[in-house]
């Protein structure tokens, strides 16, 4: 399966600009289906950026998060060609990752 | 998807007249409902709600409402069964109005 | 939704009326104390905090101090949100030393809605997408050079409907 | 006598006729011109954008969003759907003209053979029956998917609809413009109430479409779906909203409906797929 990962990472020469959009529900566990049945709470809890060994970036999230969720954040650093891998784990114990080039 | 909370729409000036049903109260007075009226009632409201599916203008109140007889005749309340089957009905029969008046009503709406 | 007043409701009400810096600076109900150890400082996903239910609790649990109000954080979200599941909400700041950014929204069920930690050479400017339960306020807390800052504005929310 | 009255008769009725009779252009015309004068602010090309075209507000929420669009996935499945071949060999590309890549513009269409109006949702099903692969759901991902993607390869490519010299033609068009212009359901609403008199206003939290390039957007990714849906799931859950039961989709009405409104939007652009609340 594709990952559920999509990544722009885009240097400047002296900043990279991160973007990601990942596929999740994010489903809050305050929603009912259409049974009426409450829908466990399912969503990322950590995201990790890493760059040359170290993270760039961390996200803790709560159920709070949009479906499919996106943030975007830039660093120092990074150039074209590099790599950057993202990480999540969510409250299922689930888990993804991917490593993208820096654009 | 529940749509009762579209009722708030109401307030916007673009609803026009909707059709509003207030026959429910005159069945309430009546002496107690029997199965057989339940079906004959039940009956008249199916077959003018399948004339608005002829028209191909049938409202999503009129199958609740039908629905909802149903379920009070399962539960022996024919009162109700009966007062929600005739609602059906006038429903349906205001859908059929709705339907008819518009074939020629519609133009009034069109950007010329 | 079922919101259980707890101890915390007047003040969050406060925050709500708008008076965010008066009302922040009311959330300290903890003193300052060496001893406080950031939850946001460490890797460690803040469970606790992201429990807690009004966002002066969440704000004590993540951070165990209160955040002064401050022009240099940015906080840019609609007036009004075009559907409360996706709200855009993003944040900047002139604040140097930034380690963390926090959001909140007022009167979600649970307050806290993602912190970033940022590590040097990282800047300290976020862009996400969060859910709002309803119209309420969104809190942003600022951590930088072991202060807490906070900008805070009230977005509209009403359901979806007809429109589109 | 008898003669001169049946002629007089006859006068009349053609007379009568011609009242009634369509005239596509001069609807296109007033329609556009309806819009660019209500809304005199706002570009032609940009009321694709719906709601954005119409509130500031709004507008920035949706660029913001747009910088990662939420369709984002629901298109890259779209691609690789239409990529991979049926289990015959065969694939969607060998079922349209231009291997289906920038053709979005062109549908629906009139066909003469079969004296019907062609969607693309339509046609793609078709393709797939054809080729002894099962249709999709109307209303589901897989065929908002497939049309996404379709969209995105045919994004600034003005509507091109065309009304061939056919009676059969002209009255699916007039069957359109009649069903957009009818009310129904108990709210007594048609199309044309929401997305014609009341286009910039709010409903509830939202702001109504204006329905010139209503349809170029199309599918649509909607954050009150929390995913894509199609030109059909927006016409069947319009219905539904104005508590009217909806037809099945892709049936003779949704068919005309949707060749009257791509009509009048002729020579704007497919922005497709979009997002909106």
Known sequence: ?103 | MNMTGFKTTMRLSILAPTFVLVIAATTSVLAASSEADFKTAYAAAEATNKEAGRLRNQWTVTAEALADARKAADKSDFDRAVASAKEAEALAKASIFQATSEKEAWKNLEIR | MTTTHNGFAATRRLIIKGAGAVALAGLGIISLSPAMVFAAANDKYPEDAFKQKGAADAIKSLYGRTAEASDKVKLDAPEIAENGAVVPISVSTTLTEVTSISFLASENPNALAAVYRIPPGTLPSVANRLKMAKTSNVIVIVEAGGKLYSAIKEVKVTVGGCGG | MASAALALALTAISSTLAADTPDPVADAKAFRNYFVTKFPNVKPEDFVNGPYALNEDMRRQWEEKEQFPPYEFSLEMGKEMFAKPFRNGKSYADCFPDQGIGIRQNYPYFDAKEGKVITLELALNRCREANGEPPFSYVGDDMAALTAYMAFTSRGKPFDIKIPDDPRALEAYQNGKRYFYTRRGQLNFSCATCHVQNPGERMRAEILAPALGILNAMPIYRSEWGGMGTISRRLTTCNSQIRGVPLEPQADEYRDLEYYLSYVSNGLPISGPGSRP
């Open chain 1, 1 to 103: 399966m594709a990952s559920t990962i999509r990544v722009r990472a885009i240097s400047s020469g002296e900043t990279t600009e991160v973007q990601v959009l990942i596929q999740h529900p994010m489903d809050s566990g305050f929603v009912r289906d259409a049974k009426g049945e409450i829908i466990p709470p399912h969503f990322i809890q950590q995201l990790t950026f890493e760059y040359d060994g170290r993270n760039v970036f961390v996200a803790d999230w709560g159920a709070a998060v949009s479906k499919d969720p996106y943030v975007k954040f830039s660093f120092k650093g990074g150039n074209k060609g590099d790599d950057l891998k993202i990480s999540w784990v969510d409250n299922k114990g689930e888990t993804d990752t991917t490593t993208a080039k820096i654009q």
